[in-house]
């Protein structure tokens, strides 16, 4: 920080992973409990009418009230976060002290990319949470396959290149490894659990078996948790570190400092 550069407000960015992992779990969960709890009926029927015991994610978070409320407030108030995650992880791997020093030319662009397809993730959750397939089917289908597409492709880019960047073996006491397996892990369940979900959604729209769109449920849970549990990785990535606001004294301007060491860690 220049001279007369004052530190506004510093996070530990443990906070800012607590939020972004916290609220849409804890989403998934009341929207669930109240679906099961206030319309079980009606969060339960299937179009053939076979038993089933859970809801869809569909039917949980955007069909009824007060669950689509509490669904869309908490994605919203989640979705900020993100987008400066985004920025902060591209940073991160760029400026990793032992990236090859020989580099091709592709890391940097695919850091960039890699950035975007983050970005593009976040805004049709936003769009998936905000068009309920009850008020236009055709739209929110198209934003759960936009949102599904580049989850699953941000996760391979983003891990790979946390592996090349050097970032896997740069943190202290094995950080980067416990990181770089826990992001294999939740990427490898999240690309499982969505076959697995087009394969019972299209067994039980033909066969209509008692139970199948139960599991076709549970599997679209995973599908949202195990994102949850990629995302949450950044809690060892930028273990110890800050998210740093300041005003330059020169500029009167607000900026968005880099991170900073926590004290407190």
């Not at 869809?56 to 900020?80: C, D, N, Q």
């Not at 998936?128 to 236009?136: A, F, Q």
């Not at 950080?175 to 369940?189: D, P, Q, R, V, W």
Request: charged share 10%; aromatic share 16%.
């Amino acid at each position: 920080m220049d001279l007369g550069d004052k530190e506004l407000i510093s996070l530990p960015f443990r906070y800012v992973v607590y939020v972004v992992a916290g609220l849409p779990s804890s989403a998934l969960f009341i929207c669930v409990i109240c679906a099961l709890l206030l319309h079980f009926d009606q969060a339960t029927t299937t179009h053939c009418g076979v038993d089933n015991w859970l809801p869809s994610v569909s039917a949980a978070v955007s069909t009824f009230a007060p669950e689509k409320y509490i669904w869309r407030m908490l994605i919203g108030l989640h979705s900020a976060p993100r987008f400066i995650l985004a920025y902060s992880y591209r940073n991160f791997l760029l400026s990793s002290p032992l990236k090859p020093l020989q580099d091709p030319g592709f890391f940097k662009p695919l850091c960039h990319i890699a950035c975007f397809i983050h970005v593009i993730e976040n805004i049709f959750l936003l769009l998936l949470t905000y068009i309920s397939s009850v008020e236009n089917h055709d739209v929110h289908k198209v934003c759960f396959g936009v949102f599904g597409a580049s989850s699953l492709l941000y996760m391979a880019i983003a891990t790979w290149l946390y592996s090349y960047s050097g970032r896997r073996r740069a943190l202290s006491s094995n950080i980067g490894e416990t990181s770089f397996e826990y992001k294999c892990l939740a990427a490898g369940i999240s690309f499982l659990s969505m076959l697995l979900a087009g394969y019972l959604y299209y067994r039980h729209n033909t066969y209509c078996e008692p139970g199948v769109y139960t599991l076709f449920a549970l599997a679209e849970y995973m599908i949202i948790l195990s994102n949850i549990a990629f995302h949450s990785t950044l809690y060892y990535d930028f273990h110890g570190k800050s998210l740093t606001l300041g005003a330059s004294s020169n500029s009167f301007q607000y900026q968005l400092l880099p991170m900073q060491r926590d004290r407190s860690a």
